[in-house]
């Protein structure tokens, strides 16, 4: 049997040195005992084969019972899952880094695959100092509870691992909960950390994102207009967000403040952002202003397609133009006539949303 090295860390300000070492022996294709915000878990390279061999065999897990990814960057979602429904999207958003794992179609093989980000200082550095991707069940022997602090982690597993990590008791102390996010209707295979009303409050609501050039004129005003509308309707099953294809942080512009000012809509707070891949990715309905934009967002998020429309044409508005004119540098009055056409859209989508 070898010895484990064992080394007591802060959790709060852990030696940068510890965690690049248990980094390189993980790997070099080592075992390393980590904490999480849930419970202990078992690192092992998942691209070397000994090593997750040696895994299973310390764990005495079956063999047809695959290993959740523990991943630091959401753009690792794509290297290992396919057709990622909205909802995990959403719950992403929502919960990671955290105690929450999903399971995915796998983009390598006709299986699943789950995947977790971490939401634990030392844990997130180990795996992204590792540069490999990294599995990490519970430090326990199969069948047995799931360990909570070091002394339960260390207790079975001594001299089976390399490298063990002493961060005390988790902080969250419970598992992570499992949803099946590969199969409809989406469903909570293990509740955990996050209870399942919570999982349902954030994938039953509809997240519609405005998008146009800056983000201070046109899809403020949708923005605006249409929480305005919704919340007339009591309705608390919408998400509503904008934003432009330009580097943020603008205020409205002090023409579009002054229109919405005479729908009783102060957007006096309002600060662009930039559209990105993951809004698009969480977004239910995408509704832009000018066919540029469409054109610009979909090469974001390609699978996206049959999700993002003009504004106009998703209203079903019988126009001549489908774009909705830039109103950047127009006048007054040209402010007021694109906030009418926005508004009659708004007016016809409430009733399809």
Same mark, same amino acid.
């Given at each position: ?18 965690? %690049?070492?248990?980094?390189? *022996?993980?790997?070099?294709? !080592? ?9 202990? !878990? ?15 065999? @310390? &764990?005495?897990?079956? %063999?047809? &019972? ?35 794992? $999903? ?13 977790? =980000?971490?939401?634990?200082? @030392?844990?997130? %550095? #180990?795996?992204?100092? +590792?540069?490999?991707?990294? #599995? ?17 982690? *260390?207790?079975?597993?001594?001299? $089976? ?16 909960? #499992?949803?099946?996010?590969? +199969? ?14 919570? *999982? ?25 207009? $249409? ?8 309705? !608390?099953?919408?998400?509503?967000? +904008?934003?432009? $294809?330009? =580097?943020?942080? =603008?205020?409205? +512009? ?9 729908? !009783? ?22 509704? #832009? ?38 109103? =950047? ?22 009733? *399809?949303?």
């Amino acid at each position: 049997m070898n010895v484990t090295k064992i080394v007591k860390l802060d959790p709060h300000l852990p030696d940068e040195n510890y965690l %690049k070492e248990a980094a390189d *022996i993980l790997k070099a294709g !080592g075992l390393v005992i980590i904490p999480t915000e849930t419970v202990y !878990g078992i690192a092992a390279n998942m691209l070397n084969k000994k090593a997750v061999e040696r895994l299973y065999t @310390i &764990k005495e897990r079956p %063999k047809n &019972k695959p290993f959740s990814l523990h991943i630091y960057k959401r753009e690792t979602i794509d290297e290992f899952a396919r057709a990622v429904p909205v909802a995990a999207y959403k719950l992403m958003d929502r919960f990671w880094p955290g105690p929450l794992t $999903l399971i995915l179609k796998s983009r390598k093989t006709e299986e699943t695959v789950g995947i977790r =980000m971490p939401d634990d200082e @030392i844990a997130f %550095k #180990v795996i992204a100092r +590792s540069q490999v991707p990294v #599995v990490c069940p519970s430090a326990n022997i199969s069948g047995r509870p799931a360990p909570v602090d070091f002394e339960e982690a *260390i207790k079975d597993l001594s001299g $089976l691992v390399d490298f063990a990590i002493d961060a005390g008791r988790t902080r969250l102390a419970i598992e992570s909960t #499992v949803v099946d996010a590969a +199969s409809q209707p989406l469903r909570v295979v293990r509740e955990g950390a996050i209870k399942q009303p919570e *999982i349902e409050e954030v994938t039953n609501k509809k997240n519609i994102l405005f998008v146009c050039t800056g983000n201070s004129c046109r899809s403020v005003m949708a923005e605006a207009l $249409l929480k305005k509308i919704l919340r007339e309707h009591n309705r !608390g099953d919408v998400e509503v967000s +904008s934003a432009g $294809l330009m =580097m943020g942080e =603008m205020e409205a +512009s002090e023409y579009t403040k002054e229109v919405l000012k005479g729908e !009783g809509i102060d957007v006096s707070s309002h600060r662009s952002q930039r559209v990105t891949k993951d809004m698009v990715d969480a977004s239910d309905l995408i509704l #832009v202003m000018e066919k540029a934009h469409e054109e610009r967002v979909l090469p974001l998020a390609p699978e996206a397609k049959n999700r993002v429309f003009l504004l106009k044409e998703f209203a079903k508005i019988d126009d001549s133009t489908l774009d909705i004119e830039d109103p =950047m540098g127009k006048t007054l009055e040209f402010y007021a006539r694109t906030l009418a056409k926005i508004k009659e859209a708004i007016e016809r989508i409430v009733n *399809i949303i």
